[in-house]
Each structure stands twice: as C-alpha cells, then as structure tokens.
C-alpha cells in the first residue's frame, strides 16, 4: 500500500513539475501584472538603497546626513515610483524588452538624481547642511540603473532558452542571406516564432566586408565558394532570401545552386517598418516557382488604365476562369462605377461574387450567369447593363479537348466572339479587349485556329469601322500571350497534385518548352494594352525566357523537398493531339512595332476583308452545328491557310 502512495507521489511530482509542464507553463504566460513588475522594481531599488548605505558605512561616511531619515528613504523611493509612472517603465512585457525600455529607465534614473541633487542644493541653502551625501546618490542610482535593466535581460534570456527548446519537433538550422535592416527584422521575428521552424545560425553578406563580426551573437559568414559549401560548413539546412538588393538573376544563381544539392530555399518580402514581428514571420515562405521566372516587376501606366476605366460600366466575360477573376480584381483597383461579372461556371462565379462582396469598394456588381453562344441572352444583357468597356475572356483553351470536339470549339471561340463583337459595336461600347493565346501562331490544332479566327474576325470589324468613318466605332483590341502559372488546367497545378500524390510527373516530351508568366502579370499587360490601343492591334507581350518543360518537373520537385527519379519519378508520355514542341507569338509573315511599353509590342498582321471572312464565319458555324468535326476543320484550314495539325487525326486533310 505505501508503495502504491509513492508510486502516485512520484507520478504526481513528476507530471507536475516535469522540465516539460515548466515550459510549457511559460510558454502560455502571456504577460505579468503591472503592479507586480512595479513591486520588482522597487525590490530592486531596496536592493540597491541597502548596498549604497552598506559601501559608505563601511568607509566611514553616512549615506543619510539629515536626522530625518524615515522622511528621505520615503521620499526617494517616492520618487522613483513617480519617475517611473512618467516613462512607464513597468507597461512592457519584460521577456520582449528592447533598448527602449533600457532608455527609459535610464531617463527615469537620471530624472531621480537631478531632482534630489537639486533638492540636496536648496536643503543646504536653508539650513546650511545636507540632506544626503551626493556622491553616494550617485552610486545608488547606478546600481539601481543595473539591478533594473539586469534583470530584464534575465528574465528576456530565459524566455528565449525555454522558447528556443520548445516541442520535440527538429528546427530546421538555416542561414539568412543578408546583412541589412530587413535581414534583421527577419531573424527577430524568427526568434520568437510559435511554433519555432528556424533555428538561425548565422548571416551572409554577398559583399563579404563583415566577417570578423556578429549580428545578434550570430556570425557573419564570408562566401567565398558556392553557397552549398558555405551551408554544409555550418550545418545549415536551408537558407532564407531577405537581401533585397539582390538582382533577380544572383537570386536565381542561388536558388539554382541550392536546389542543386537539395537545400530548402525560403523567400521574404522587403519588411515595412509598422510591420510586427508574428507578421513578418509568417511571410517567410518557401519559394515557390513563380518566384523563379526571369522577369522584372511591370509597371504600368496608371493614369491611362484609370482614364479608360473610371467611373465606366465594364463587362468582363468568363470571369469566374483564372484570368477572368484576376480582371475583376484589378478593375476594381481603379473604380469602375459597375462591374458586370459573366460566366456560365455556376459555382466557381458563386466563390468569386462571395470574394467581391468582402471588398471594400465603391463599384457596383452585377453577377450574371450567362453562355456567350447564346445571343439572345446577350443581347438582353448588353441592353440592360450598356457596357462601355468590354474583357472578352470566355474561351475553350485546352488543346486535346477542343481536338476531340471542334464543333465546341467553333461555337465558343469563334460563335461566343462574334456574339459579344457585333452587339460591342451595335450598343457603341467604347473598346473591346479580346484576350487571345500564342497557340493562335501558325496553329497547330483546333483550339489555336479557332482563335486565330476569333482574332481575324475582330480585326475586321475594326477595318470596317475605319471605312465608313464612324466616330463611336468600337475600338477592338487583341492581346496575345502564353501559357499563364497557375491558371486552370495549367501544368503547375498539375505538377502539385502529382507531387502531392507521390508522383510520377507527366511530361509529353522531353524537349517541349513553353513560355510563362503569372496571372497577375498576364492581366496587368491586358489592362495596359487595353488602354493604349486605339483599334485592329494584335498586343503581344514579352514573355521573357522560354522553360523547359522538364527543367520545370525537376525544380518543383526540388522545391517540394524531393529528389527527382529518386523520389519523385518523371514520366514521358508522348506529345498530345495538336501539341507542339513550342509556341510562337508570330507567325512567318508578321512584323513587331514597339509600343511605349517595352513588355508589349504590336503585332502586324494582314487584315481579311469583313464580307469574305463574315461568310466563311457564318458557313464554318453552320457546319458547326452540325457536328461535322472533319468539315469543321477543312473549313477552319480555309480560313486560316498556316494551321497545319500536329501529332492529330486531322493530319489528313493537310494533304
């Protein structure tokens, strides 16, 4: 029975009072009561009066001269209680305290002893004697100054050890690459993360000019070799990008050697001052592969996207797709008077009319469920809503798919087009922006060369225009431009689900590269574009160095913290119907003018006559209708000579 007692005894204390219940009892106490860290301070102060009159006791002098020494002892601490409501230096959490609270009671301290030795002066004065030894006042202050600030960086140190050991979870050990503000900011918040992930164990300074020195007792590294050597000479797993004057292709250089040899690479914003320190760290993210596009910001012309879209009624079609919810949102940014948001996508237009009601926003939004096939449906829309300004970015878009079914493709991109272009030009909409795809350059599929055609007819309606010298006319625009990261049905996407599922990748060709950029990107040039067109251009956008599709695989697979072929494999599986090695933004016989844009050029293109292409049109939706699929293309290879099909059934009819 007693050794049952003190079995229990022995759990209880050991549950209780475990280095692990400690820490964690730590952990979770937010903050101390003013009125006790107040009742510190004066401990301290006590501390301090009692060994200034021990010092000058033992040498013979008394600190206290006056006979009232119960007056003085109240008095002093009196003041300092007051000097210490005047800087508030009790209202900091302690385990956070910085050189501001070391200021302030410094000042609080300094305030004591010139109130006192100006009160020791006016004593002596009246009654031709001191209250006090001056000297002795002097040492009481500094050692009540050190017993204050000391035990405040106590009681920081030992938060920091219990927080730095907390959980049985491995920190990762990382470098921050950076030696200025920002660098610091970072490894500060870092610090007091919860849950920790870091473990810092040092800076680098790309200019290698500190290296005898440390940055928060932590060293400044010297790279002298690759940043792989640097890293395993510390035992570094990973390292945080937060120099901001890097360029983006010394950024690039370390990623890519990092990934390399399988380091975990992790990217921060540039810190803005206001920012605290759980939001800073939260910003410090993997570095994801958009992060790796050689490009450079794009900065557009505000005041002329604000000149077309201010205070203007603007339709945006297929706006719940990945490029037609990031138009609305950039719209937004420079306050339509309405927004007229159009898609057949019940569900996915439902998530982006909840995420435009959460905006603060002065725009009014119409959400319309809506086929562009449908004319009827948008004719009513067009004279209900009267749009000035008009996003065409309704579309079919995936290769395979459209090889299986032209017929679709026909009444979509081409039919859904010519819909929305003649009621553009019918109800005087002020421009209409078409968003196009590289894949209509010398096409090699259906999908390609119904939008080629889309672009044709467009651009026609636009020579009309200029013909019969029309004021109002609609002024029509096409903006041209690749594969976009991230959007629906994209490769990337696709890569992470395969990467989440363990593999393997799918890759059509080992060779196959395509050019990229992001979906915020890709729709600023579509507004930038549409601002500056003054009708029948073909915008095409820099879309800087083409990818290899396989280099792609590789570097998410590196990102995710894997090994390609070894933990992930990679897969050929052969080019797709219609798929291409590559895409073009022009054709054989086209030209590039310069815009003031250096990221957006114009396209020359030869114009079809309206008349002949209005009738080929009407014919190939006709044929459309009826479901003729080889017809549909032999009518499509009519209208647009240089489509040749690739790796498709529909190679015979090129012969």
Request: charge should be positive.
């Amino acid at each position: 029975m007693d050794r049952n007692n003190n079995t229990n005894l022995d759990g209880f204390v050991s549950k209780y009072f475990s280095r692990a219940n400690l820490r964690f009892n730590i952990h979770n106490l937010s903050y101390l009561p003013r009125w006790i860290i107040v009742m510190m301070d004066v401990t301290v102060l006590i501390v301090a009066f009692f060994f200034t009159y021990l010092i000058f006791r033992g040498t013979g002098l008394d600190y206290i001269i006056t006979s009232h020494r119960f007056l003085f002892i109240s008095s002093f601490f009196g003041v300092n209680i007051f000097f210490f409501w005047i800087f508030r230096t009790y209202s900091g959490i302690i385990r956070h305290s910085s050189y501001i609270d070391a200021v302030k009671l410094l000042f609080s301290q300094m305030a004591v002893l010139v109130l006192l030795l100006f009160f020791n002066f006016a004593y002596e004065l009246l009654f031709d004697d001191k209250a006090f030894l001056n000297t002795a006042l002097f040492i009481n202050v500094v050692l009540s100054f050190c017993g204050l600030f000391l035990y405040r960086v106590v009681v920081k140190q030992t938060f920091e050890l219990y927080f730095s050991e907390k959980g049985n979870n491995k920190l990762i050990r990382a470098i921050i690459y950076g030696t200025d503000a920002n660098a610091i900011s970072v490894a500060n918040a870092l610090k007091f993360e919860t849950p920790s992930r870091f473990k810092i164990v040092g800076f680098v300074d790309k200019n290698n000019q500190n290296a005898s020195k440390r940055m928060l007792d932590l060293p400044i590294l010297v790279q002298k070799k690759k940043m792989p050597t640097l890293m395993r000479s510390v035992g570094a797993e990973g390292v945080i990008i937060a120099d901001k004057s890097l360029t983006k292709e010394e950024q690039l250089i370390i990623v890519d050697q990092c990934l390399e040899y399988n380091f975990k690479v992790y990217n921060v914003p540039l810190i803005s001052n206001w920012e605290n320190q759980k939001e800073i760290s939260q910003k410090v993210k993997n570095i994801e592969i958009e992060d790796l596009l050689e490009r450079q910001p794009i900065v557009l012309d505000n005041k002329s996207i604000t000149r077309q879209l201010k205070d203007r009624t603007v339709l945006i079609t297929g706006a719940a797709g990945s490029i037609g919810s990031e138009i609305v949102r950039q719209v937004l940014s420079f306050h339509p008077k309405k927004i007229i948001i159009l898609d057949q996508a019940e569900t996915p237009l439902h998530h982006l009319c909840l995420e435009t009601q959460a905006l603060i926003s002065d725009s009014k939004i119409r959400t319309v469920i809506g086929d562009i096939r449908n004319k009827e449906a948008l004719e009513n829309l067009f004279s209900l809503y009267r749009p000035q300004v008009v996003f065409h970015a309704a579309a079919y878009k995936h290769v395979p798919l459209m090889e299986e079914n032209p017929s679709q493709a026909i009444l979509t991109n081409i039919q859904g087009t010519k819909n929305l272009a003649d009621l553009a030009c019918k109800y005087n909409v002020k421009k209409f922006v078409m968003v196009s795809t590289d894949k209509a350059v010398n096409p090699s599929n259906v999908m390609g060369a119904s939008k080629r055609i889309a672009e044709k007819y467009v651009q026609s309606l636009h020579l009309r225009s200029q013909r019969e010298v029309h004021s109002n006319a609609t002024k029509f625009i096409t903006t041209r431009f690749g594969n976009v990261l991230g959007s629906n049905g994209s490769v990337v996407p696709l890569f992470t689900k395969q990467i989440a599922e363990g593999g393997p990748l799918t890759i059509t060709h080992p060779d196959i590269i395509r050019y990229f950029m992001t979906i915020p990107e890709a729709c600023q040039l579509v507004l930038e574009a549409g601002a500056m067109g003054n009708g029948g251009e073909i915008y095409i956008f820099d879309m800087g160095k083409p990818v290899k599709i396989i280099d792609l695989a590789r570097k998410m697979i590196k990102l995710a913290g894997f090994i390609p072929e070894k933990d992930i494999k990679i897969q050929i599986v052969g080019l797709r119907p219609g798929e291409k090695l590559y895409e073009e933004l022009l054709n054989d016989t086209s030209k590039t003018l310069a815009t003031h844009h250096e990221k957006i050029m114009i396209a020359q293109e030869i114009q079809d006559e309206f008349e002949t292409l209005h009738v080929d049109i009407d014919e190939l939706i006709g044929i459309a209708n009826q479901y003729q699929n080889d017809a549909v293309v032999a009518k499509m290879k009519k209208i647009v000579p240089e489509f040749k099909s690739m790796n498709s059934t529909f190679e015979l009819l090129d012969k």
